[in-house]
């Protein structure tokens, strides 16, 4: 019996961004897979919290004792070599053991792009040293961030491995009612924009956009906005939203007439993929890992040249999403993982 220890500590936060997506829907997978399979999997975490969003049956949750984050720092390592398992970070982090299956999601920190404040820069330079340090095996979601580990972190290929995302949390999803009439929105009426909007997504490219269009009309949803300073009464066409829930998100992107997605960097890009699932057809930037995932599903502009005309756009032709929808799938995700599991030897 192989045991494995995953680092379940940010699944204790009660939120859904795109690590905790990630880790959820793949652990709620290997879960079910994990009987017969002769492993033997812990999510850990420190004292006096809980894993959230995430029933497990097979799974064994382990509380560590630790009652905070520094302490648990210790702790885990202690455990890991308790159990005789292999340490496993699905988050995008790394704790100080040696020979450990580390997922790097992506090396968007280190890009000129990302504008990243000096200090949060720093600190992540030093996450990714650590990584590299440490590192047995390494998880990525796309080859455009295999290549950067390799080039950037000089991370050998060949400890490397591909497991990709998916959508199927779309379908547990109900659309929230009402949500077209509570914005004054037709059906497939609106061109829908929705992330986290750090300057690297560009959503800047939405606002010149709706200027340059001034017969259609744009919504924008996120948390964190680099437009929302820009949006004036100039901007009529053009409808900010702020945060909204995973069922807004739903009922918008299923009834929007494309989703636009101008990153000029990602790891994989999960929304288009959510958008192509339910129908809608998507806008995407040709850049960093996007047209390697879409290839030709995808309507592509360059993020970098806003004068389109998207009604002339639309109108060109692309692929049928079927084969995409089969390939990246979270039930492939999980086997995948499990697949590692079995085969590291570290």
Request: proline share 5%; charged share 25%; net charge neutral.
């Amino acid at each position: 019996m192989k045991t494995i220890v995953i680092d379940g500590e940010v699944l204790c936060e009660n939120r859904m961004d795109g690590i905790h997506r990630f880790m959820i829907e793949t652990l709620g997978r290997i879960d079910k897979l994990l009987p017969g399979s002769e492993l033997d999997i812990k999510l850990v975490h420190s004292k006096g919290r809980s894993i959230q969003n995430l029933e497990l049956r097979n799974i064994e949750v382990v509380d560590l004792g630790c009652p905070h984050k520094g302490m648990r720092l210790l702790a885990l390592p202690q455990y890991v070599k308790k159990v005789g398992g292999i340490y496993c970070s699905m988050s995008n982090d790394v704790i100080a053991y040696k020979k450990s299956i580390i997922t790097i999601m992506d090396l968007i920190p280190l890009s000129p792009l990302a504008k990243y404040p000096a200090k949060s820069l720093m600190r992540m330079k030093m996450v990714y040293a650590k990584m590299k340090k440490y590192a047995g095996q390494v998880v990525t979601i796309s080859n455009e961030s295999k290549k950067d580990i390799v080039n950037k972190l000089g991370i050998p290929a060949d400890k490397v491995t591909l497991v990709g995302t998916g959508y199927e949390h779309m379908d547990r999803i109900k659309a929230a009612d009402g949500v077209l009439e509570k914005y004054n929105l037709r059906e497939r009426g609106f061109y829908y924009a929705m992330g986290n909007q750090y300057p690297y997504k560009n959503f800047e490219w939405v606002r010149q956009a709706a200027k340059r269009n001034p017969n259609e009309q744009f919504v924008v949803a996120g948390k964190v906005t680099n437009i929302e300073s820009h949006v004036d009464d100039s901007d009529s066409n053009l409808m900010y939203l702020g945060y909204i829930s995973d069922e807004e998100h739903k009922a918008l992107i299923s009834s929007a007439k494309a989703f636009i997605h101008p990153s000029k960097l990602e790891g994989f890009g999960i929304p288009p993929l959510e958008a192509l699932s339910l129908g809608t057809p998507v806008i995407i930037a040709r850049a960093s890992c996007l047209p390697e995932i879409y290839g030709g599903t995808a309507h592509y502009i360059d993020p970098d040249n806003v004068d389109v005309d998207l009604n002339e756009l639309m109108k060109e032709e692309v692929e049928a999403p079927d084969k995409l929808l089969a390939k990246y799938t979270w039930d492939n995700v999980a086997s995948d993982w499990m697949k590692i599991f079995k085969e590291t030897k570290l």
